[in-house]
């Protein structure tokens, strides 16, 4: 007979934890400067989206709404002389994997409880 704990399906799931957020940190070092700032304002803004019911968690995701928070993070990084679609670009581009990420997370814990 199979002891209890053993049949949960989730026990060994956050023994890889460590080793994908160590992943990330170091993936994330190799980014050039101007990219980890856009990282780090990102994060910020998903930080404050991220509570229970908002509307980054919802199942079709306004595209208009998506495009106007990564440009609206975008905008406090371009100036006249920066190339300002580049900027939108890359902003955009690492607000969505940013946003798939916690989204995947968010369903992988929710599907436990």
């Given at each position: 007979?199979?002891?209890?704990?053993?049949?949960?399906?989730?026990?060994?799931?956050?023994?890889?934890?460590?080793?994908?957020?160590?992943?990330l940190?170091?993936?994330?070092?190799?980014?050039?400067?101007?990219?980890?700032?856009?990282?780090?304002?990102?994060?910020?803004?998903?930080?404050?989206?991220?509570?229970?019911?908002?509307w980054?968690?919802?199942?079709?995701?306004?595209?208009?709404?998506?495009?106007?928070?990564?440009?609206?993070?975008?905008?406090?990084?371009?100036?006249?002389?920066?190339?300002g679609?580049?900027?939108?670009?890359?902003?955009?581009?690492i607000?969505?994997?940013?946003?798939?990420?916690?989204?995947?997370?968010?369903?992988?814990?929710?599907?436990?409880?």
């Amino acid at each position: 007979m199979v002891p209890f704990y053993k049949t949960l399906p989730f026990l060994d799931y956050y023994k890889n934890e460590d080793e994908n957020a160590k992943d990330l940190a170091m993936t994330k070092e190799m980014y050039p400067a101007d990219t980890l700032q856009y990282q780090s304002a990102v994060e910020n803004r998903l930080d404050e989206l991220e509570y229970e019911g908002s509307w980054i968690y919802d199942e079709y995701p306004d595209r208009q709404r998506l495009k106007a928070e990564a440009d609206a993070i975008a905008g406090h990084f371009m100036s006249e002389q920066s190339g300002g679609c580049f900027i939108k670009a890359v902003v955009g581009m690492i607000f969505n994997c940013e946003l798939c990420r916690r989204r995947c997370r968010y369903r992988r814990y929710r599907r436990f409880w």
